[in-house]
């Protein structure tokens, strides 16, 4: 059986605050980075999540870790729930996520900026080319 396990961490980082919403699932693992703005109150992250949940850009799959599947103590389970809540910012497989995720936009983002200044270049060679043969049209 495959679990399911998301995570946001909301943080202030000058001069906005970030939700950091990570899922592990069927052995990958993906990241989104979302910005809030002002601070946050609870119930409009969760009205937020319910609202825009399907618009998340996530970060291209790394592959997850597999947890142990022993039981763990209940008493061991607060303590590491108390550690995550005591601890400030995100794991840096998160970052690592968002890293790759920055790289392959700004791929992209070459790619289309390349593609657009020759198709503009061509644009002025056609119009060079047409004003070349109106100027000698008449003679």
């Known amino acids: 059986m495959d679990t399911v396990v998301s995570k946001l961490t909301v943080l202030f980082e000058d001069p906005f605050w970030l939700g950091i919403y990570e899922r592990e699932a069927c052995g990958k693992y993906e990241v989104s980075r979302i910005i809030f703005g002002a601070e946050p109150k609870d119930y409009e992250v969760y009205a937020f999540l319910l609202k825009n949940h399907s618009g998340f850009r996530f970060s ?4 997850a870790e597999k947890p142990a599947a022993k039981p763990v103590n209940p008493k061991r389970l607060k303590r590491i729930i108390n550690k ?5 910012g995100f794991s840096s497989k998160a970052k690592q996520a968002l890293k790759l995720q920055q790289e392959e936009n700004k791929t992209v983002r070459k790619s ?3 593609m657009q200044k020759e198709e503009e270049e061509n644009r002025q060679f056609l119009l060079h080319q047409q004003k070349r043969k109106n100027k000698h049209r008449g003679h």
């Open 60 to 63: 291209p799959s790394m592959e």
């Open 112 to 114: 289309h900026s390349k």
């Open 84 to 88: 995550q809540l005591n601890e400030c």
